[in-house]
């Protein structure tokens, strides 16, 4: 499966947007970008997940550019239980998902 | 149930014991999943089952782990002579079908082998 990357920490204002970047640039064709994030002490929590085109729904948007090779996981308003670890995962010909190290995001209040 | 359960939360063990950690998917999932996670480091697969079967045993990392699935339900995961650097949280998921759509993780079963 291609390797994502994204960056190791980010801070972000209570109450303001976020936007969690992740490069991808050997995604192939088929490959689907999900996003999770694991709150502290539990297992990994589904965010949203898209092939092309941006995707919203409750928790988070999905912003995919136009040559797939990056996303953006963005969360409109930050709250204090947003903070997390934050995993962009291609899923491609292998069934299980692969996660890396991901992006530890703190919310400052 | 209404979410993944896995038990025991937590097990502290000998070195050079076995250990058995159970996996309760949601109820219709037919797929099933068991990763690792050590202390502070990202998930690492272990091995997927398509119903009762194990069509991706390729994470397990040693021939002391081994795992079930029977009715296409639970599952088990069985670690036999213990190591230290076996201590770890062992997390399952489920999802509908094995696709693409989401997995519903469970909160873990933490390891400890002393």
């Known amino acids: 499966d291609a390797k994502t990357t994204q960056p190791n920490s980010m801070e972000s204002n209570e109450e303001e947007p976020v936007h969690l970047p992740c490069n991808h640039s050997t995604i192939s064709g088929t490959d689907y970008i999900h996003w999770y994030r694991q709150l502290p002490s539990q297992g990994p929590e589904y965010v949203i997940h898209?092939?092309?085109s941006n995707v919203n729904n409750r928790m988070a948007s999905l912003a995919i550019a136009e040559d797939r090779k990056s996303s953006t996981l963005i969360l409109h308003r930050a709250t204090l239980r947003d903070a997390a670890v934050y995993y962009c995962i291609l899923a491609g010909s292998a069934r299980q998902l692969t996660f890396g190290s991901g992006t530890q995001l703190t919310v400052l209040p | 149930g209404a979410g993944v359960s896995q038990s025991p939360s937590n097990k502290v063990t000998e070195k050079g014991k076995d250990v058995e950690l159970r996996c309760d998917p949601i109820s219709g999932h037919t797929a099933l999943y068991w990763y690792r996670q050590s202390l502070g480091q990202g998930l690492e697969f272990l091995i997927y089952f398509q119903g009762n079967s194990a069509p991706d045993k390729s994470g397990l990392p040693s021939d002391r782990f081994s795992a079930e699935r029977t009715g296409g339900s639970v599952s088990t995961l069985t670690i036999q002579r213990t190591q230290q650097e076996d201590s770890a949280v062992y997390l399952c998921a489920s999802s509908l079908s094995g696709g693409w759509e989401k997995l519903f993780f469970g909160s873990g079963t933490q390891l400890s082998v002393l």
């Open positions: 898209g092939l092309t």
